[in-house]
């Protein structure tokens, strides 16, 4: 039901844009939000928008760098990526969630299947 693609190699300094789709219900009452996984580590909160008020969360990380949005009519969220930097290689991976709060990977109803970003130096 969440699909997530736009991941790849890229060197640091550059862009990617994440794309997350929904489909098999609506996701209106949801909001939704992106974080990553590295080797070794726990998913860690990255950006976060409520589907209908366009409000938005960023982890410190990110802020000033990601760009978290999303396109009702198209079901899709997206987030854009710039200026790379090596410590972001992770997997990606979009959620959603009805209540609860959007920077605890627990509170998420759903996931997608996750997509590899690696951010050479």
């Known amino acids: 039901q969440l699909q997530a ?6 060197q640091a300094g550059g862009s990617l844009r994440l794309s997350c789709v929904a489909s098999g219900r609506t ?13 070794g580590k726990e998913r860690e909160f990255v950006a976060a928008i409520t589907w209908t008020g366009g409000s938005t969360y960023y982890a410190d990380s990110v ?15 997206y987030l854009q990526m710039n200026s790379l930097k090596p410590e972001d ?4 991976y979009c959620g959603a969630l009805v209540g609860g709060s959007v920077y605890y990977a627990t509170q998420y109803d759903y996931w997608g299947q996750g997509t590899q970003v690696t951010v050479s130096s």
Do not use: E
Request: proline share 3%.
């Open 63 to 77: 802020k000033g760098r990601f760009t978290i949005s999303r396109d009702n009519a198209k079901n899709t969220m």
């Open 89 to 92: 290689t992770a997997v990606y």
């Open 27 to 39: 996701f209106g009452n949801y909001k939704m939000g992106w974080f990553r996984q590295a080797p």
């Open 5 to 10: 693609s736009g991941g790849g190699l890229v």
